[in-house]
Structures are given as C-alpha cells and as structure tokens.
C-alpha cells in the first residue's frame, strides 16, 4: 500500500491555518480594544467596572497568542514535508 501525502495540499492548509491566525489576532485585538474603552468610558466605577478592568487585564496576556500557535503549527506543517522528503530520498 502506497502512501500519497499532496506537499501542495499541505502547505496551503499550513498557509490557510497562518492566515487565520493574523485575522483572528486582529479580531482580538479590536474585541480588546473595545473591552478597554467600554472600561474607560462605559463604567467608570462600581462592581461592573472592576469585574471588566480585571476581565481586559487576564485577556490583555494573551494578545498575539493566536498567532504565534498557528505560526507554529504552519512551521509544523513545512518540518513534515521535508522529514517525509528527506525519509524519501533514503528509502528510493
């Protein structure tokens, strides 16, 4: 049995997961954006605005987080590629 792995197939779904990943930290970042005003501006005092101050401060460590994982996996995705290239080359 012959196993067919398409290089093409996965360095666009590498590709595809990298670009998700810039959009979804850009979505992020603007959703972050948002939270901090509504802080600022929205509720400017009381038990709601510290629970959203508290909220916006544990999100705010994980800006660029999503695109840095994808980055990885795309990374991941190439490295298979030429481990199977390499192995390919050994064995024919």
Known sequence: MD???TDE?????SQSIKKFGNEADDIFARYLSC???LAEKGFVQGETSDTI???VSSI???KGDIGVI???VKQE???YISDLDRAD????
């Open 35 to 37: 939270m901090k005003r």
């Open 89 to 92: 080359d050994f064995l024919y």
């Open 77 to 79: 995705g190439e490295n």
């Open 60 to 62: 705010s460590a994980l």
């Open 9 to 13: 197939e996965i360095t666009s779904v």
């Open 53 to 55: 101050k508290s909220f």
């Open 70 to 72: 994808t980055g990885c």
């Open 3 to 5: 196993i067919v792995v």
